[in-house]
């Protein structure tokens, strides 16, 4: 398993991408999430730099598309795809591999009906990136609210259906959302479902999201330090490993790198519960 940062190390004195990576291998983490959360402003020049020293430093990449994205509506699919294909070009020049979003809220419709739209959406764009020889993978995440399309059944259902198409696991949002997933037992149900649904091979390439996390009735309210959190980390690395599942790990704690380093030292160590 890799570890880092939704996005550019708080320590990292620089703000750009470039030097984010650089600095999440100094640090002696193994991954970063670029996070085009609020649009993807990167050009295709950066893009390649950032390809550059990410290829030097052998840190794997990932992306965050933008959160204004709603494959099931009317008047915003058609830009929502757009943002998804936008991130997966510019991502892909950056040298990610995988492309994470959060893709739609059930609004009126029903949750079979969201998900046949929001499959047909995510089919148009595995076309449009196939003719364009872009070679990403689509990560739509277990998301953190009620209201939200994105619960584990729907993602593993969609990544078995589609080509290309795999889970970003994010297992906070999952706790806020059931109020429950939060034990070793648990956590091992949730590796084993994905193992039945997609088969080991998914196992050996997670994408997955962690961090403390505040939640109500409706699911998730914030993300919190795993410190000031209810949320048993050292129960889920210990289902990774008996699992022995790879992949990444993106720490979205608002400390970012020190959970990620809490993350991967408590991983390392091995001195688990
Ligand atoms: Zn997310």
Request: proline share 2%; net charge neutral; with cysteine.
């Amino acid at each position: 398993m890799l570890f880092g940062t939704a996005g550019v190390p708080i320590s990292s004195r620089a703000r750009d991408t470039a030097s984010g990576v650089a600095r999440i291998k100094e640090l002696g983490l193994g991954c970063m999430e670029i996070e085009f959360v609020r649009g993807v402003k990167m050009g295709e020049s950066t893009a390649r730099e950032v390809r550059k020293v990410a290829e030097k430093e052998k840190v794997a990449l990932s992306v965050h598309a933008p959160y204004f994205i709603n494959l099931n509506s009317n008047e915003k699919a058609a830009a929502s795809a757009q943002r998804i294909k936008d991130s997966a070009r510019i991502g892909a020049l950056c040298g990610a591999g995988d492309i994470v979003f959060h893709a739609a809220y059930y609004q009126k419709n029903s949750k079979e009906r969201t998900y046949q739209i929001v499959k047909k959406q995510l089919e148009e764009i595995l076309q449009w990136l196939d003719a364009r020889k872009i070679k990403v993978r689509l990560r739509p995440e277990t998301t953190g609210r009620k209201m939200q399309f994105g619960t584990l059944e729907e993602i593993i259902k969609l990544s078995s259906e589609l080509e290309n198409v795999l889970p970003c696991v994010d297992f906070s949002h999952i706790h806020a959302r059931t109020r429950a997933y939060n034990s070793y037992e648990e956590f091992s149900e949730i590796l084993a479902e994905i193992e039945e649904g997609l088969g080991r091979e998914a196992l050996k390439n997670m994408q997955v999201h962690v961090s403390g996390i505040e939640y109500g009735h409706a699911g998730e309210k914030r993300h919190l330090n795993l410190g000031e959190s209810d949320f048993k980390y050292r129960e889920l690395l210990k289902a990774f490993k008996d699992f022995k599942a790879e992949g990444a790990v993106i720490c979205e704690s608002p400390n970012l790198e020190e959970d990620a380093l809490l993350l991967r030292e408590e991983y390392k160590t091995g001195g688990i519960l």
